[in-house]
């Protein structure tokens, strides 16, 4: 079992942290950081699965199609004495 599981995800200054839209409750913008974190409350049992979804708006929108994608650095942090991640899957959309 994953105890004091969380999910940190840096947002690059090109994007409006503020419009983030999240499909699982939990999770919270910090501006001083640029970074959302969901932090996993009753931790992760041995396959269980779990889905996050963000979505956020370009500080220039009208500026869409002549950028590069974002990068959105992730970091996912958790104690566990035996258990371990098998797998992290990240889709992006544009």
């Keep these: ?11 690059p200054p090109d994007i409006r942290g503020e419009s983030v839209k999240l499909t699982r409750q939990g999770g ?3 501006g001083m950081k640029r ?10 049992a041995p396959g269980e699965l779990i889905e996050i979804q963000a979505q956020f ?23 566990g004495s035996n258990d371990q991640f098998s797998d992290i899957q990240l889709c992006s959309d544009l």
């Design 28 to 30: 919270v913008w910090d």
């Design 1 to 11: 079992h994953l105890t004091q599981v969380a999910f940190l995800m840096a947002v």
């Design 57 to 79: 708006n370009f500080v220039n929108a009208s500026a869409g199609h002549q950028r590069s994608a974002p990068t959105f650095p992730i970091l996912v942090r958790c104690d």
């Design 35 to 44: 970074i959302v974190a969901w932090p996993i409350e009753n931790g992760l």
